[in-house]
DNA sequence: TTTGTTTGTACGCTTTACTAACAAAATGAC
DNA sequence: GTCATTTTGTTAGTAAAGCGTACAAACAAA
């Protein structure tokens, strides 16, 4: 069954096509690449459906097991527009009445609805690790249901490309649904139409990846960063709230932001690549962009590698090593904390590097160099999504872009 | 004439009233401090009328003589939508029609319409300076009407509220049309809901000061941070974009951020307080919050004028002091700049110390320790708006949370 | 059995912006 | 001068969206 395949095979119950899709086409949140809420757009009564539409869909999406009524009371809309709306996704196959209600209380008993879980499924793809591409099947509550891998084996450009659809051409043939879409979070710098500007490991400049997967797949595929994917990830399926910076320690050091619950681009689309900038004073090592002293000369995980082993042989203690790249890190973050006021910080990487010494130096450093009460409680800690958290990230962006879900 | 005179004798024709004011209730742009556009709200119809209403008035707002014909090409809403938007509008006072255009074509002379610029005139307040009390009546376009101070002369607390309330009432005194609100910006820590969690200078902690002067003068009051308030003063009536920082050095260092368009808060209402963050790894002066090094022992006017003084009498050169001070706020900078790509940094402030090698050895630490090609062109730029950016800035608070204009 | 409660639906209404059509007022070709 | 063309702004009617009211169904408790 090639992909072409299942979006043709897709069930396309009435009211699906008279809506174009069942997908958002003008959302207020979400993850609104095209950044929709900026003025100088007017706004129509159906935009108020398809926002409407969304925000029911959220709320079951997030709770699980409401009534119609249940909804009512939780949005604000009455009951009689909530049965219209979910009447319209039941009758698209996604959501599913599953029963009553067992609660022991006056009244009609309530019929439970639910996200059919077999409605769709998602493929999402994770490029940022420097020796294979990894991607993952996953549920429409996230889930990974299967798992491939590419070896990368050093090729870049066309052969990297073309390794890319491979591995989204093997997860789709897994599937047992129809596609939502595909998502892939990318090393580099990604514009907002899924062009990757820029990313140097994998020899990509200007590449369209989000066409050229769009035109092979012929389903919905939203291409971002790979630091932003995982912050994503992390306020999806984490414990996270809406402001938050998830700093990620790999190949290089990047970050993605959540501000007010919204991911920060940036004006030139680099929001969060923090590992070209000089950390300290005194000098620090050289680092291949030509400058010294880098973030990622303190903080890179090959770079860590060579630092540690470097102090194995030389009889120092590992732990000064990485709680020095702490401190680094502190140091770089302070400013960045107390200018956006952050209460949040939540590192990804590997466990031999971010446990111990790295964590407490860094949050000790941020505790001595900003004024602890403006962000009352900031907390930093490790990611629970360990190596999982950008392909899962990449499946929350299909989902809010196509759902208005997340 | 009192200031619940002022708003007793408002002119409230048919449609006003009818609409409640001719305010925004529920928009998805402007000041917006109650989040609107966070999920979990519904959107009825109306919610894009309201919506609807602010894109016209923005529109005009920014040309200026523009026809119905025209606003409607402009936002894309049809002939019919505008007329009928116009005619509410009209029918309030807000826009008033000027005649027909001049020009020689084929085809019906459009209509120009205007804003009404005697509709509102609104009062700014600028609480930063640490001598005196500074507002302005202002008109609708934002213009300086009339100025006022209130010397300081060291009063704290309810004293000081006191003549903040002053203040304001000589300014609503000398309105000459109905007042559209006041504006406030206030040194330290304020919420969303206009409450100065706290300010240390004016020894202010959780004071409402906008429900005081809500309660006071019977109109709408904005309560809002002075480098917030200052941040969309640039925005507005400078040449700003999107993206930008603004850094105010005053009694302390303080700074505003616009996102996107959007002024960031931060999770604790503290975003922009970057006065605090330590800076450099060598020791540096100590500091009233009881560390060592912050921003503001390198960079607030009386530390700065006293290391000049100091310098002066020690036959150094004042600009190695200046530079030292520009060197350090790059290097916090450069940190922040990164993790936001930001394209744009503003400064304000005394021109004897922004003038020359501060502003300098800023841009040349940014551009020494942040990865120029990811923000392209980045600009570093005093402010053009001068002394009256924080009062300008509280007015278009008020313009942009009741017009949704700005 | 009666009463009260809760759910989900049917019907009609208001609001909103749209399309279609048209009158008014100008230019320009003849 | 007359008439076609163009542009503006308005009138009339239509489709979509959500609301309020009313009601039947289904259950618990007195």
Not at 83 to 111: C, N
Not at 304 to 309: E, P, R
Not at 340 to 351: A, D, K, R
């Amino acid at each position: 069954m090639t992909a072409a395949g299942v979006q043709r095979s897709l069930p396309q119950p009435a009211g699906f096509s008279a809506r174009g899709t069942a997908f958002v086409e003008n959302s207020y949140q979400g993850y609104n690449p095209g950044r929709a809420l900026r003025p100088s757009a007017k706004v129509l009564p159906e935009h108020a459906r398809t926002h409407n539409r969304s925000l029911v869909l959220q709320t079951l999406y997030r709770s699980g097991q409401l009534s119609r009524a249940d909804i009512a009371r939780s949005t604000g809309l009455t009951r009689v527009t909530v049965s219209d709306l979910v009447g319209e996704f039941i009758s698209e196959g996604l959501i599913v009445e599953t029963g009553q209600s067992e609660d022991i209380r006056p009244g009609k008993p309530a019929t439970l609805l639910e996200i059919n879980p077999s409605a769709f499924q998602i493929v999402g793809i994770d490029l940022s690790d420097s020796s294979q591409f990894r991607g993952a099947l996953l549920d429409i509550d996230g889930n990974i249901i299967e798992r491939r891998e590419v070896e990368l084996s050093g090729s870049t450009g066309t052969e990297a490309t073309a390794k890319v659809v491979k591995l989204a051409d093997e997860l789709v043939e897994l599937s047992t649904s129809p596609l939502l879409g595909i998502g892939v979070g990318s090393p580099g710098i990604v514009d907002l139409n899924g062009v990757v500007l820029s990313a140097p490991n994998l020899g990509w400049t200007n590449l369209d990846l989000q066409a050229q997967l769009i035109s092979h797949f012929g389903v919905p595929v939203i291409v971002g960063n790979d630091a932003n994917a995982a912050v994503l990830a992390e306020h999806s399926f984490g414990q996270a709230h809406g402001d938050m910076m998830l700093i990620k320690l790999g190949h290089g050091v990047g970050a993605g932001l959540l501000l007010d619950g919204v991911p920060l681009y940036g004006s030139r689309f680099a929001a969060g690549e923090i590992g070209h900038v000089v950390v300290g004073t005194h000098g620090g090592l050289p680092c291949v962009c030509g400058k010294a002293g880098c973030l990622e000369t303190w903080l890179s995980v090959p770079r860590l590698d060579a630092a540690l082993k470097a102090a194995d042989e030389a009889g120092i203690a590992k732990a000064e090593v990485l709680s020095d790249a702490g401190t680094h890190l502190g140091i770089a973050l302070a400013a960045i904390v107390g200018a956006l006021n952050l209460s949040e910080i939540v590192l990804s990487g590997p466990t031999r590097i971010l446990d111990g010494p790295l964590e407490e130096a860094t949050i000790e450093t941020l505790r001595s160099r900003t004024m602890a009460e403006f962000h009352g409680n900031l907390t930093l800690r490790k990611t629970t999504l360990g190596e999982d958290i950008v392909m899962r990230g990449a499946a929350v962006m299909v989902l809010s872009g196509q759902l208005g879900v997340s």
